[in-house]
């Protein structure tokens, strides 16, 4: 139990789809992330939110779109997704003040596949 | 930009053999260093971590040392178990950049057999 629940654990979905991932935190931190994972390639940061203020942006496609209503929850909704889309979505979560040395602590992630 | 690079795998050693997995880092500021570990079908655990130089995280039996002088975060451990099989991140942290994520190697997976 990491503290961080990501739901749907698996997600198959068609091209022309609209889903959404969710992500709760019960630690009781005021920053949230989404990371893509595909085989083979460094985490991708997606999307960092602080205070639920976007305040990092990593270039994502507009078919990945964060909502973040409050600091314990954080969705992903995902709307005309492509083949490579596939992979595993992480979020994590952690104390922002201010300071680097606050680790994250993550979800066990979503595993999309694109049909 | 800030980058992590980290020893290809997999790593494949007997169980009770000692591990070192290679990590080394370029960064701006002064970043504070990780590793995770990621088990099959989990997300990510924090392993062991270091916030300045010539710190020693530890945890699990792991160790790695925070080396400024080579900028190095290598990963040990004495007698490695059949259950350390995953694969293992090292990851930095600079706030200097302006950004709260963390910067991640590309991974390198581990494999103990009996």
């Known amino acids: 139990e990491t503290g961080v629940t990501q739901t749907p654990r698996h997600l198959v979905m068609g091209m022309t789809n609209k889903k959404s991932l969710k992500c709760e935190q019960h630690l009781g931190h005021n920053a949230m992330y989404w990371y893509k994972q595909s085989a083979k390639k460094p985490l991708e940061l997606m999307f960092v939110?602080?205070?639920?203020?976007?305040?990092e942006n990593n270039s994502v496609p507009s078919r990945f779109s964060p909502e973040c209503p409050n600091s314990s929850h954080l969705f992903l909704h995902l709307h005309t997704l492509q083949p490579e889309d596939s992979a595993l979505y992480l979020c994590?979560?952690?104390?922002?003040?201010?300071?680097?040395?606050?680790?994250?602590?993550f979800g066990d992630g979503t595993r999309l596949s694109i049909l | 930009g800030d980058s992590v690079t980290q020893m290809e795998g997999p790593v494949t050693l007997s169980e009770e053999a000692f591990l070192t997995i290679n990590c080394t880092y370029t960064a701006t500021g002064y970043p504070s260093l990780f590793w995770y570990v990621q088990y099959p079908g989990e997300g990510l655990q924090l392993l062991l971590k270091?916030?300045?130089?010539?710190d020693k995280g530890s945890n699990k039996g792991f160790e790695a040392t925070y080396r400024k002088e080579t900028t190095s975060f290598h990963l040990e451990k004495g007698s490695v178990q059949v259950s350390d099989s995953a694969v293992y991140f090292c990851a930095l942290s600079d706030l200097d950049t302006g950004r709260r994520a963390l910067t991640f190697g590309s991974g390198t997976r581990l494999q103990v057999q009996p």
């Open positions: 994590a979560s952690s104390q922002d003040r201010g300071q680097s040395n606050q680790p994250q602590h």
């Open positions: 270091a916030t300045k130089a010539d």
């Open positions: 939110y602080s205070l639920e203020e976007r305040v």
